[in-house]
T-cell receptor, first 110, second 115 residues
Framework: EDQVTQSPEALRLQEGESSSLNCSYTVSGLRGLFWYRQDPGKGPEFLFTLYSAGEEKEKERLKATLTKKESFLHITAPKPEDSATYLCAVHSGSNYKLTFGKGTLLTVNP | NAGVTQTPKFRVLKTGQSMTLLCAQDMNHEYMYWYRQDPGMGLRLIHYSVGEGTTAKGEVPDGYNVSRLKKQNFLLGLESAAPSQTSVYFC??????????????FGSGTRLTVV
């Protein structure tokens, strides 16, 4: 059974203070690892897909990286508008579905 | 705008009542999903569909039924609501089995309270 563990559960940063969120996974044949952003009262919004170890993707202040066991979401010089819950999910084998972690609640104070 | 639309956005039910949540997508996606999101539990798959006329059980299907009579619509039914079904329900769709480069497209959710 696929498992996804995200840490920390919550992270509070000052504006401009860079940090990283972790997503550890156990799957049988990774076909894709996904990062989503979720704002309060809204549905998750797609950020990145990573397919193989060593791959990196960037979008504005966010950079996602992937190893064989975990993925990191690096946030460089965050702003208050980056405050949200960040979700990690995996797609494996012949499954039709994504398995999600419980998320990291990021708060960036001005 | 293209996307996934869920109705209603909010609903309060009494225990034992029934209701149907509607999900509509206009992206011609084959795959559609119903998830529930609870504090501390993350997103859990209820049912999913791999094409028009098909449905399958996910992780937490008990107490729910689904139908996909048209490709663009995926309905989630609660026959006899229970307080344990109080949750936020999300519908999602994707264009490929492998989820592709864009993962799921989610709706904005339905917040259901069962009293």
């Amino acid at each position: 059974e696929d498992q996804v563990t995200q840490s920390p559960e919550a992270l509070r940063l000052q504006e401009g203070e860079s940090s990283s969120l972790n997503c550890s996974y156990t799957v049988s044949g990774l076909r894709g690892l996904f990062w989503y952003r979720q704002d309060p009262g809204k549905g998750p919004e797609f950020l990145f897909t990573l397919y193989s170890a060593g791959e990196e993707k960037e979008k504005e202040r966010l950079k996602a990286t992937l190893t064989k066991k975990e993925s990191f979401l690096h946030i460089t010089a965050p702003k208050p508008e980056d405050s949200a819950t960040y979700l990690c999910a995996v797609h494996s084998g012949s499954n039709y579905k994504l398995t999600f972690g419980k998320g990291t609640l990021l708060t960036v104070n001005p | 705008n293209a996307g996934v639309t869920q109705t209603p956005k909010f609903r309060v039910l009494k225990t034992g009542q029934s209701m149907t949540l509607l999900c509509a997508q206009d992206m011609n996606h084959e795959y559609m999903y119903w998830y529930r999101q609870d504090p501390g539990m993350g997103l859990r798959l209820i049912h999913y569909s791999v094409g028009e006329g098909t449905t399958a059980k996910g992780e937490v299907p008990d107490g729910y039924n689904v139908s996909r009579l048209k490709k663009q619509n995926f309905l989630l039914g609660l026959e006899s609501a229970a307080p344990s079904q109080t949750s936020v329900y999300f519908c999602a769709s994707s264009g490929t089995k492998g989820q592709g480069d864009y993962g799921y497209t989610f709706g904005s959710g339905t917040r259901l309270t069962v009293v």
